[in-house]
């Protein structure tokens, strides 16, 4: 979307780590109300079928009530769903400025499939429940000449009802797929870029983000359903032993059988992020997300064998927890892919207003005195000191002068043999002004 990217002013540093906790804001919201919606909508669509197939009210019965649970209203679906993944468009428009890359034009497109399947699904809903009002009126009660045209609409209905829900379905499982590529690829922005959107959504990396997605998706959805109806909601539903217990055996099993995939598939997803975007918080949120998996399974066995329902709260939040533990993750590991490009930006963005400042006015900068009182102390062009030599790391910088200026304003430890540089405190013009004369002296000395 190359609006956005020219609408998109150069942020400070401090700037482009709020939205880093903006997106992470976004996406908890985001993610859960998505997991939800999915799980919850095939959840109602199997028993909407199995009640025709298997002439049980009580199949009927669930799938109306999960619908209803896992949507709950119009202002939930723009508040939760459409607003977040808009918004996220224009962070991600900001934090990927100047990569070249497709990310927000990706991110509109999951957009634009994640909105027509909730409109899809919310139509489901509203015609779910004129299904059932169908289906309780009695031949009895209206003209005889009517009655062939009642039996024709509560033969469509059936039929065309849970079309609705399907292509709900469909559609937003292909845009939550998309985030899932946009996610994958954001979070490995220094190492892997797909070459095509093909490339992206097939990856090993996007699948893999798919099936934790999935996992999430009926795990989350049960979790929440035995919370909503037996501890948010108990006193709404009145139900007898059977439905009870037939609710809590369906949530708490589906629960289980698709918690344990959870850990197997995150261990496999950290084997797969590249070294040198590991960082402490990394493992440390991993290991959250397992403990936190690890205990809501251990409390959900006490729902299912104990009878224990007064835990479902503990399950739920637990569950919660972990997802919110996978969102943070992941936008740790943007962060940290993004690093090199935030330099760039940010500098940009001091340079702008060394500009505005009247900075830039200054007349003649010293590159080579200041090199020498700054650097030399540290660094000399054909062999190490403090720091490693400049001929072994200017290599990498040719014909990318922003980002040498960009590491020199705002210096970041990249190889672990030596210590990491300190700031030296340079303005905008004077750390370009080196930048030059770097570059320029190693196209010397390299002849």
């Given at each position: ?19 880093h ?8 919201i ?42 709950v209203?119009n ?27 497709l ?10 499939f ?27 009660q ?35 797929w ?9 979070s490995?922005?220094?190492?892997w ?30 979790a929440?359903i ?19 217990e ?5 949530n ?33 949120f991993?290991?959250i ?5 690890l ?5 959900n ?9 007064n ?14 533990s ?20 940010s ?39 403090v ?26 430890k ?18 370009e ?13 390299k002849?």
């Amino acid at each position: 979307m190359e609006f956005l990217d020219k609408l998109v002013l150069p942020q400070s540093a401090e700037h482009l780590n709020l939205l880093h906790y903006i997106s992470i804001l976004l996406l908890t919201i985001l993610i859960p109300y998505l997991c939800i919606i999915l799980g919850g909508v095939l959840l109602s669509l199997k028993y909407f079928r199995k009640s025709y197939t298997k002439n049980e009210v009580m199949f009927l019965r669930y799938a109306k009530d999960v619908l209803q649970i896992v949507s709950v209203n119009n202002f939930t679906a723009l508040a939760l769903g459409i607003l977040p993944l808009f918004t996220l468009i224009l962070v991600y428009a900001q934090i990927f400025h100047k990569t070249n890359t497709l990310y927000t034009s990706d991110l509109f497109l999951s957009f634009l499939f994640v909105t027509i399947g909730i409109l899809f699904i919310y139509t489901f809903r509203l015609t779910f429940s004129l299904d059932l009002i169908l289906k309780n009126i009695d031949n009895n009660q209206i003209p005889e000449f009517s009655v062939e045209d009642l039996k024709k609409l509560k033969s469509s209905s059936a039929k065309i009802l849970p079309r609705y829900g399907y292509f709900g379905i469909v559609f937003l499982i292909v845009g939550i797929w998309i985030l899932c590529g946009v996610l994958a690829a954001a979070s490995n922005f220094t190492h892997w870029q797909p070459s095509s959107f093909i490339s992206m959504i097939f990856s090993i990396k996007t699948l893999l983000y798919l099936l934790i997605f999935l996992s999430f998706s009926f795990v989350l959805t049960s979790a929440y359903i035995l919370f909503y109806i037996f501890f948010w909601n108990k006193e709404k539903y009145n139900i007898d032993n059977s439905y009870r217990e037939f609710i809590i055996n369906d949530n708490s099993k589906r629960f289980y059988n698709y918690s344990i995939l959870i850990p197997l598939l995150l261990l496999f997803d950290i084997y797969l992020i590249p070294k040198l975007n590991l960082s402490g918080n990394v493992f440390t949120f991993s290991l959250i997300i397992l403990i936190l998996v690890l205990i809501a399974i251990s409390l959900n066995y006490y729902i299912l064998h104990k009878n224990k329902i007064n835990y479902s709260p503990l399950v739920f939040f637990f569950t919660f927890l972990s997802l919110f533990s996978f969102v943070t993750q992941k936008e740790i590991l943007i962060q940290n892919a993004t690093e090199s490009n935030a330099l760039v930006l940010s500098a940009e963005y001091d340079k702008i207003l060394a500009e505005l400042k009247g900075a830039g006015k200054e007349t003649v900068i010293n590159a080579a005195e200041i090199y020498q009182v700054k650097c030399a102390a540290c660094h000399q062009f054909d062999k190490k000191l403090v720091g490693p030599a400049h001929l072994e790391v200017l290599p990498k910088y040719e014909g990318k002068l922003n980002q040498l200026v960009a590491f020199i304003r705002n210096p970041v430890k990249v190889n672990p043999a030596y210590p990491p540089m300190p700031n030296p405190g340079l303005k905008p013009n004077e750390a370009e002004a080196v930048a030059k004369y770097l570059l320029d002296e190693y196209q010397k000395q390299k002849k």
